[in-house]
């Protein structure tokens, strides 16, 4: 039966083995290569990295993690934490089974599997996130990314070996942040509600927690029918993301609970307004601090 005859995720992932266009991929993408990063505490207890100007961190999530890590200045995130003794109960329970079963692969993973290998599996997997991109670029009126994410998926998904490639790339259409249902709702109005951690699913706020169902939807792998198929590309999917923060986690140094809802709840706004800085509120607040309305916090 045509059903039956399913391509494995680690099948496809092989293809690209006998490329000669792999050969290029010289340098690991998780870590221990060009661009090393070192983690460095400075007397002030502020986490900084030495290595690559840019930083081999800053290449590989599109953002600076030690930035994320330490927290936002002049903004205390504990004040959106108001469950703050649930989330720390789950987070331990989560960060329990990362330890024992999710980062023990995915560290087995980064050992065995050729770079390049890894290079076309996360191309895979972020090419499927291409579609989610595209239907929340339309919601949110961002016509202009929205045609770059459906050009990425088209190219990506044809020349580029259903995605094993990012041909996309080379032909000017740069990979965007990212655009989700909870990204969505917060253009629309929806405020963001307290923080909250999810059993096993991680960090979110009560927003973006109804969104995932939206999000589930909207991703390709939900629409595999053949289960054994879709349970191998999902656990693949993890382990995949996983690996891909073995390097970033280094910088995880003191409260590890404070320094991932900080970051998450940081890197959510960043992506809500697509980086852009409000100048004047930003202007304001500088002017507060000058003159002692404002003190600056030393917590993160």
Do not use: C
């Amino acid at each position: 039966m045509l059903g039956r005859r399913v391509l494995s995720p680690w099948l496809m992932a092989a293809l690209i083995a006998v490329s000669p266009v792999s050969v290029l991929a010289q340098d690991d993408p998780f870590g221990g290569a060009a661009g090393d990063t070192a983690v460095q505490t400075g007397t002030d207890g502020q986490v900084t990295t030495s290595g690559d100007e840019n930083g081999s961190l800053l290449d590989e999530y599109g953002f600076d993690p030690a930035d994320e890590f330490g927290g936002a200045e002049g903004e205390d995130f504990s004040l959106r934490d108001p469950w703050e003794g649930f989330n720390r109960a789950v987070f331990s329970f989560n960060d329990g089974a990362d330890r024992y079963v999710l980062k023990p692969a995915a560290v087995s993973y980064r050992q065995i599997t050729p770079i390049f290998v890894q290079h076309g599996v996360s191309n895979f997997f972020s090419n499927l996130g291409e579609v989610t991109n595209t239907f929340n670029g339309v919601l949110q009126g961002k016509w202009g990314q929205a045609g770059n994410d459906a050009g990425r998926l088209l190219i990506n998904t044809t020349i580029g070996l259903a995605g094993l490639f990012d041909v996309a790339k080379h032909m000017g259409l740069e990979k965007g942040d990212g655009e989700d249902f909870g990204q969505t709702l917060a253009v629309w109005g929806v405020p963001s509600g307290p923080y909250l951690v999810l059993p096993l699913l991680g960090p979110s706020t009560v927003r973006d927690t109804p969104a995932r169902v939206v999000d589930y939807y909207t991703n390709p792998l939900t629409y595999v029918e053949h289960d054994p198929t879709r349970y191998t590309l999902r656990a693949t999917d993890i382990i995949q993301s996983r690996a891909s923060l073995l390097q970033a986690e280094s910088l995880l140094q003191g409260d590890r609970y404070v320094l991932l809802r900080d970051a998450y709840l940081q890197r959510r706004d960043f992506l809500i307004v697509d980086g852009e800085v409000d100048v004047q509120s930003e202007t304001e607040a500088a002017e507060a601090i000058d003159q002692g309305e404002v003190e600056e916090s030393s917590d993160y």
